[in-house]
């Protein structure tokens, strides 16, 4: 689900998809994102569109990526028009002062339709923030955090300088503030401690699943860290402000701070003075390793090794050797057990193909998986055989200790169970009450048969006495004997309950 996106990117391509959607004129768009890196995240918000993905630089492995282009995006080697839309997603921001108008003109031009900026703006709020958040970082690392340090090199931008780029263009433009700065430094803080001690990075991911589901749709404010910023030099863009939604969800917010006290709890109860053994014994001698099954199962003699870095995350490709029709692939992060992200897998099969992952994992959240045994496994099946000419895919060893997560997740088991059987119990109790309740309302109607026999006996009674003369002794006696009847037994019992 692209909700499992972290939220400071779901902020990003949520809004672009909502703007994209509220202003396309076909179903199918052909869409530029410049600046894109690796992650490939545009076409899971926009799956039905055409994606292209420029950056100034790429890794080995994308070079002959049909998806992507190395350029630089002042200087774009693309006609005029050549897409419909053009996104730059956090990209202005680390644009150089002196080429940012430039940057702004290279959008206009290759965007057909329109295109779309997203980024911090500089505000007394925004470079407050900014600050607090890059001395967590320091503090935890003891060094500036990449992308804050660029912003101060660079210095954040002026959206009226933005405006006034887009006005001299004779560019429609409008623009929708969201993301509350409060909530943005809140959240930034959280992913920089989660990677301090990766066993909450699980917890932390939940915690951003929470603000993308519950509090992006209402966290539209002038008090926002980023700006959409779109324009058109063809079209009206002012619709896209009934996108915002201003009215605050209170509750969510009230439950994000309890989230967020939650995850520091967890944070401090975790000793990280104690590198894991684990570790220690086999990082010089662990490795990955794919295989390739070619219609008669896995086998040692079809497989590559792939020794791991140092800093435990890389990408890798792999080539097929024979040639020979593949139905499936299977990856081994590690020959321990560990918790591993597997992500960017790329098919090179001259077409699209269909693949699903599965694996020996106990838990898995998107591109998360868990292993709490050694020999882990994924294999990713295709589905029917294909002349595979190479896979890649990006692989993270995120956590060799799982131990600790290993018992949450058992608690977590034992927990469905007792509110299972918790459940289970609580259905015999409502059969059973029902039954009760089915006896008693016949009990009752048999009641009220007899009461209505009694009332009418009472009447016959009291037509008697009326009827004849007695004398006191003969009165005393027929109520005693009326006093004394079934009847009236009956009649005062009833009386009894209903005062009861």
Request: with cysteine.
């Amino acid at each position: 689900m692209i909700e499992h996106v972290l939220f400071d990117q779901f902020q990003r391509y949520n809004n672009v998809k909502l703007v994209v959607d509220k202003l396309r004129n076909n179903s199918k768009l052909k869409i530029l994102e410049v600046g894109a890196n690796e992650h490939q995240n545009l076409e899971r918000f926009l799956p039905s569109d055409e994606i292209t993905y420029l950056d100034l630089s790429l890794p080995e492995h994308l070079r002959n990526h049909p998806k992507y282009i190395e350029g630089d995006a002042t200087q774009m080697e693309f006609n005029d028009d050549s897409f419909d839309v053009v996104v730059a997603l956090d990209v202005y921001e680390h644009i150089p002062v002196e080429r940012r108008q430039m940057f702004v003109q290279e959008l206009n031009r290759v965007s057909s339709e329109f295109f779309i900026i997203t980024a911090p703006f500089h505000s007394a709020h925004v470079e407050s923030a900014e600050i607090r958040t890059n001395a967590v970082y320091k503090s935890l690392f003891h060094t500036d955090f990449i992308w804050l340090d660029e912003h101060r090199e660079n210095g954040l931008p002026d959206f009226e300088e933005l405006v006034s780029h887009l006005s001299v263009l004779k560019v429609d433009h409008a623009f929708l503030s969201h993301g509350d700065v409060n909530v943005w430094e809140k959240i930034m803080n959280m992913h920089f401690f989660a990677a301090k001690k990766g066993e909450t990075s699980l917890y932390r991911s939940e915690i951003d699943t929470f603000y993308n589901r519950y509090i992006f749709p209402n966290d539209y404010t002038e008090n926002s860290y980023r700006k959409i910023v779109v324009g058109s030099k063809k079209n009206n863009v002012d619709h896209i402000e009934s996108i915002a939604n201003t009215e605050k969800d209170y509750d969510a917010i009230k439950k994000l701070n309890e989230l967020e006290s939650i995850f520091y709890q967890l944070f401090n109860t975790l000793d990280q003075t104690e590198i894991p053994v684990s570790t220690k014994e086999y990082a010089h001698d662990d490795f990955a390793q794919v295989f390739f099954d070619y219609g008669k199962g896995f086998s040692e003699e079809y497989s590559i090794v792939l020794s791991h870095t140092e800093q435990q995350s890389r990408f890798y490709s792999v080539n097929n050797e024979l040639d020979k029709e593949i139905k499936s692939v299977r990856i081994d992060p590690s020959n321990y057990k560990g918790i591993f992200k597997l992500r960017n897998i790329c098919i090179n099969h001259g077409n699209e193909i269909s693949f699903y992952v599965s694996g020996n994992y106990i838990d898995k959240l998107d591109d998360v998986y868990l292993f709490d045994k050694d020999d882990p496994n994924l294999v990713i099946e295709f589905e029917k055989g294909i002349e595979l000419k190479s896979i890649s895919f990006e692989l993270n060893i995120l956590i060799s200790d799982v131990s600790y997560l290993i018992e949450v997740l058992h608690q977590r088991e034992k927990y469905y169970e007792a509110q299972q059987l918790q459940n289970e119990v609580l259905n015999e109790m409502n059969k059973d009450l029902d039954s009760k309740i089915q006896g008693l309302s016949k009990d009752i109607n048999e009641l009220v048969q007899e009461v209505e026999k009694l009332k009418e006996c009472i009447e016959h009674k009291n037509d008697e006495v009326n009827s004849l003369q007695y004398s006191n002794q003969e009165q005393e006696a027929l109520l005693n004997s009326i006093y004394q009847s079934r009847s009236w037994k009956i009649i005062s019992r009833v009386k009894g309950m209903l005062k009861k």
